[in-house]
C-alpha cells in the first residue's frame, strides 16, 4: 500500500505561484509513475501532469504547460508540482496518484490517490 499526503494548497492571486508536495509513505515510490490530476467544482477530475518511474519524461495537460512542472526527489519519496502564472480557472482540489502499472494512459490507471489540496487563484 502506498499513501499519499498532498500539501501546499492555498489561495493565490492570479499570476502568482504556488508549489504543491505529495509525500509518500508506505512504500517507495521510485516504482511508480507519479500524476497530479485536478477537480474543478461541477466537473470531473481531470489529467494534469505526471512523471515516470524514473523521473526522465514528464507529460502535461495543454491547458497548464510552460507553467506548471512536476518533479520527484526519491531520497524524499515526494512529488512536486511547481505552478507559476496561475489564472482563475487552474483552481480545483488537486490529486497526487500513483500507477503501478507499465502504462498510465489514464486516470483509472492510477492505483492510490491523495485526500487533495485545495488550489484557489482570485482575480
Known amino acids: 500500500q502506498v499513501q499519499l499526503v498532498e500539501s501546499g494548497g492555498g489561495l493565490v492571486q492570479a499570476g502568482g505561484s504556488l508549489r504543491l508536495s505529495c509525500a509518500a509513505s508506505?512504500?517507495?515510490?521510485?516504482?511508480?509513475?507519479m500524476g497530479w490530476f485536478r477537480q474543478a467544482p461541477g466537473k470531473g477530475r481531470e489529467f494534469v501532469a505526471a512523471?515516470?518511474?524514473?523521473?526522465?519524461?514528464?507529460y502535461y495537460t495543454d491547458a497548464v504547460k510552460g507553467r506548471f512542472t512536476i518533479s520527484r526527489d526519491y531520497a524524499k519519496n515526494t512529488v512536486y508540482l511547481q505552478m507559476n502564472s496561475l489564472k482563475p480557472e487552474d483552481t480545483a482540489v488537486y490529486y497526487c496518484?500513483?500507477?503501478?502499472?507499465?502504462?498510465?494512459?489514464?486516470?483509472?490507471?492510477?492505483?492510490?490517490w491523495g485526500q487533495g489540496t485545495q488550489v484557489t487563484v482570485s482575480l
Open positions: 496518484a500513483a500507477c503501478g502499472s507499465v502504462s498510465c494512459p489514464n486516470l483509472s490507471a492510477y492505483n492510490y
Open positions: 508506505g512504500r517507495t515510490i521510485s516504482n511508480y509513475a
Open positions: 512523471v515516470n518511474r524514473n523521473g526522465g519524461t514528464t
